[in-house]
């Protein structure tokens, strides 16, 4: 059974870092795409970034472009998203999720398996 289980959240004031992690588990995940969607409070969940877990080939929204990084350690089946200079607009609840998506890799429902969430706040 697949399961992503995202941890790293937590309270941070503007300006500062948080890593986020999503250790991934069940099956072989070569040739899936593995994203991050946020979803702040009393809005629709939005696309963060997506990593090719082969090739490692990387998108983020323009919102976070320069300031999040998002990597894979293929070894440990875990992806990262590195976020520096946050901000409060990035507070949110973050989910991890992998699917087999060759198009519309920003598009929440092309993703088969979804993690619990995170939460990450950041204060002003």
């Known amino acids: 059974q697949v399961q992503l289980v995202e941890s790293g959240g937590g309270l941070v004031q503007a300006g500062g870092s948080l890593r986020l992690s999503c250790a991934a588990s069940?099956?072989?995940?070569?040739?899936?795409?593995i994203a991050w969607f946020r979803q702040g409070p009393g809005k629709e969940r939005e696309f963060v970034a997506t990593?090719?877990?082969?090739?490692?080939?990387?998108n983020y929204a323009d919102s976070v472009k320069g300031r999040f990084t998002i990597s894979r350690d293929n070894a440990k089946n875990t992806v990262y998203l590195q976020m520096n200079n946050l901000k409060p607009e990035d507070t949110a609840a973050y989910y991890c999720?992998?699917?087999?998506?060759?198009?519309?890799?920003?598009?929440?429902?092309?993703?088969?398996?979804w993690g619990q969430g995170t939460q990450v706040t950041v204060s002003s």
């Open positions: 069940g099956r072989t995940f070569s040739g899936y795409i």
């Open positions: 999720a992998a699917g087999l998506v060759s198009t519309s890799v920003t598009a929440d429902l092309r993703y088969r398996y």
């Open positions: 990593i090719s877990w082969s090739a490692g080939i990387t």
